[in-house]
């Protein structure tokens, strides 16, 4: 099968809805409420506020395609678009999704790739990311792929206060 990146462009903006709404649910809503959620996922992820990330130039989204199938995305955040840290020597990786009939499969770790090489070519020392605290088999991912962790920060699903733990791979 092959894999192709495409950087998303405004045209995009409903795919990356609809793939961001998906995969960000089937991630999370287990382990929040059903209001929870749907407040969350209405406030991230409305066109509206999608376009005004995907005009943003300090921030950048890029596809994953498995043949002609989205199997994953990615959002990279320079300084100031950061949603902490705001070093000019880093790159946030904000969002990193594989839809789930694609996990186990590697796509994680292409995701993972893709940053680092952006994040070389545009001269970073590190990347970084926000995870939160109870999503352990990401934490154990990120581990796994070199990344330690460097604090933590709150996060808000809703009016729902939560940790997320801020982890480093330095480059």
Not at 44 to 53: A, Q, V
Not at 73 to 82: C, I
Not at 147 to 162: C, K, L, V, W
């Amino acid at each position: 099968m092959q894999l192709t990146f495409q950087q998303c462009r405004p045209d995009d903006v409903h795919a990356l809805r609809d793939f961001s709404y998906r995969t960000f649910n089937d991630t999370f809503a287990p382990m929040n409420t059903p209001a929870t959620m749907q407040a969350y996922l209405e406030q991230s992820f409305n066109t509206n506020k999608l376009h005004g990330e995907l005009s943003d130039s300090n921030s950048s989204f890029y596809f994953l395609y498995a043949g002609r199938e989205l199997a994953g995305y990615l959002k990279l955040n320079e300084s100031p678009a950061q949603t902490d840290i705001n070093d000019p020597h880093s790159l946030e990786i904000e969002r990193i999704y594989v839809a789930k009939e694609f996990q186990g499969k590697g796509f994680g770790y292409v995701l993972i790739n893709k940053a680092v090489e952006i994040a070389k070519m545009r001269k970073k020392f590190y990347l970084w990311l926000g995870v939160w605290e109870k999503n352990h088999k990401a934490i154990f991912f990120y581990k796994k792929n070199g990344f330690y962790e460097a604090g933590a920060h709150s996060f808000f699903m809703g009016e729902e206060e939560q940790t997320d733990f801020i982890m480093r791979k330095d480059l």
